[in-house]
C-alpha cells in the first residue's frame, strides 16, 4: 500500500511521461496548475486545471493504467476540492463520465453563457458541469 502525496504543480515532464504512457494525447501546458498524486516519487495520477476568474476549467484527469480502479481519480478530485475551496471547478465531460462527476458533487450547468464569460477561448461546448467554490 502506498501512502499517496497530493502535490499542487506537479513538474510539466512528469505530467506528459504520465500522459504518454497511458496512451492519452493531450500535453500539458505550462499556463495550466496541474495538481498530481505520487506514490514514491512517481506520479500515478494528474489533472490539468485552466485558470478562470475565481475558477478552474478541468481540462484532462489522467490516471497510470497500472493504478487504475484504485479511485485515484476521486482521491485526487478530493485533493483539488480541499487546496482550492475557494475556485468553483468547471469541466465539459467525455459521453458518458456525467454519472462519475455527479457522484464527486458536480451539477449540470444550465447557462452555457456563464461558462463562455469565464473561458471564452473554449469552443464547441456541448455538456458542462461545475462545482461551487465552498470558501468564498
Known amino acids: ?27 500539458a501546458g505550462p499556463t495550466e496548475a496541474r495538481p498530481g498524486l505520487y506514490c514514491q516519487q512517481q506520479l500515478v495520477a494528474i489533472a490539468r ?11 484532462n484527469l489522467c490516471v497510470a493504467p497500472t493504478w487504475r480502479g484504485q479511485r ?11 487546496h482550492w475551496p475557494q475556485h468553483t471547478l ?6 458518458g463520465l456525467e454519472p462519475y462527476y455527479r457522484q464527486l458533487g458536480y451539477q449540470p450547468l444550465p447557462p452555457q453563457s456563464l461558462f463562455r464569460a469565464r473561458f471564452p477561448k473554449q469552443r ?13
Open 49 to 59: 486545471l485552466l485558470p478562470g476568474e475565481n475558477a478552474w476549467l478541468l481540462r
Open 90 to 95: 468547471y469541466l465539459r465531460p467525455l459521453p
Open 124 to 136: 464547441s461546448v456541448t455538456s458542462v458541469m461545475f462545482r461551487a467554490a465552498t470558501k468564498a
Open 72 to 82: 485515484l481519480g476521486q482521491v485526487l478530485m478530493a485533493h483539488i476540492h480541499q
Open 1 to 27: 500500500m502506498c501512502q499517496f502525496e497530493f502535490r499542487p504543480d506537479s513538474p510539466l515532464a512528469d505530467c506528459n511521461q504520465l500522459y504518454k504512457a497511458a496512451g492519452d494525447h493531450g500535453r
